[in-house]
């Protein structure tokens, strides 16, 4: 019953967010089997049809990774959001890397509503303050480069690259955006 | 305890040598001094071609708010792509978010990666078996930068590419802390 009601609750969020921008029923708290998918863009995020860790470089002068909450967007409007960011000479929407909250908190690393930006759209928090003070252009210190790299591979094997084959169309004609099993 | 490696290529190609000695194997950080080597160096031409490239992104390039390249940092990449030699593949030239270059080499030995920025380097190598070897260092121009930044292309070659062509020892590299 309580699954029941959840589900009926998102694809409700989900037809207000994609016909009305409105966030009334999309709760703060993300959820653990919440889908998170972030949008691929070539030629940097991807090689050879799979994923690189360059995917998950988090925004400068943040420790944060923008993804989007699949449960209360679906296919449409995530990709809609994807392509408005779309950049023809230098950046190409390709597809979604989809993965799911529990996995991120697995790896140590947190997951955040941050609808401030538009609704539906959360962060994948690394938890290093590191990244916060980085100054730009510069590289990290190397272990915590490391760890930033071996966060960022826990994210690769917790994510499902699905490409779109269509990436012309509005609408989504890809496979299944599932993590992976 | 000081450990030693030796660095090699390949003798047909007639090249020098050296010998990588870290001082000490368990500082979480360890340190060039320059000192004089002769490396052979290569210009793979598609790796420069992306490092070019590189040079023209504009601010949010990712579509997530990534900075642009510094043309610091492209020089700094192209210098030690440079200094790449025989017997080593290209790098994977990647830009990052904040701004930076990263150079990364994948062998069936390990993986190594060196992040360029405006002013200093930053890396790690991570063979298949055992401790990571963190590297770091400035970035000024001169020649005993250019040995020095030389030396750490030799560190990668030694540990990720060490089991191709025979070895012989022609010079030698101390690896030590820095003096201020």
Redesign the interface.
Same mark, same amino acid.
């Given at each position: 019953m309580r699954a029941l009601v959840r589900g009926l609750s998102r694809t409700a969020s989900k037809f207000l967010n994609l016909f009305f921008e409105l966030c009334w029923l999309v709760p703060i708290h993300v959820a653990d089997d919440e889908r998170l998918v972030r949008?691929i863009?070539s030629p940097?995020?991807v &090689?050879n049809n799979r994923l &690189?860790h360059?995917a998950y470089?988090?925004?400068?002068k943040t420790d944060e990774?923008?993804v989007m909450r699949f449960e209360h967007m679906g296919a449409r409007l995530c990709k809609r959001k994807a392509k408005s960011?779309?950049?023809p000479a230098?950046?190409v929407y390709r597809g979604f890397a989809v993965l799911r909250t529990d996995a991120v908190h697995a790896s140590h690393m947190e997951v955040a509503d941050s609808r401030k930006y538009y609704c539906g759209h959360a962060d994948i928090r690394f938890q290093m303050e590191e990244l916060k003070t980085?100054e730009?252009?510069?590289?990290?210190?190397?272990?915590a480069? &490391?760890r930033l790299?071996d966060l960022k591979d826990a994210l690769l094997l917790a994510s499902n690259y699905v490409s779109d084959p269509n990436p012309q169309k509005a609408s989504w004609h890809g496979g299944n955006l599932e993590p992976p099993v | 305890m000081s450990r030693s490696t030796n660095i090699t290529q390949f003798p047909q190609i007639g090249v020098t040598t050296s010998i990588v000695e870290f001082a000490n194997p368990s500082l !979480?950080?360890f340190y060039l001094r320059p000192l004089p080597a002769l490396i052979v160096t290569s210009e793979p031409l598609a790796a420069q071609a992306t490092l070019q490239e590189l040079s023209k992104?504009?601010k #949010?390039? #990712? =579509?997530?708010?990534?900075?642009p390249i510094?043309p610091? !940092?492209c020089a700094h990449a192209q210098r030690l792509l440079a200094a790449t030699p025989q017997g080593m593949t290209a790098p /994977?030239i990647?830009?990052? !978010?904040?701004?930076?270059i990263t150079f990364e080499w994948t062998s069936s030995e390990g993986d190594a990666?060196i /992040?360029? =920025?405006?002013?200093?380097? !930053?890396?790690?190598i991570?063979p298949k078996h055992g401790q990571?070897f963190?590297?770091?260092g400035g970035l000024a121009v001169g020649p005993d930068q250019q040995v020095a930044t030389e030396q750490v292309i030799a560190v990668i070659k030694e540990l990720l590419y060490a089991s191709l062509g025979s070895r012989s020892l022609t010079h030698s590299v101390q690896i030590s802390k820095p003096v201020f």
């Open positions: 949008a863009y940097y995020h &090689k &690189k360059q470089d988090p925004t400068p990774v923008s960011f779309e950049n230098k950046k980085l730009p252009g510069e590289p990290l210190e190397p272990p480069q &490391k790299r | !979480s950080c992104l504009k #949010d390039w #990712d =579509g997530y708010g990534a900075l510094t610091d !940092s /994977e990647t830009p990052t !978010s904040n701004g930076t990666l /992040e360029i =920025g405006r002013t200093r380097y !930053s890396g790690h991570q990571t963190y590297l770091q």
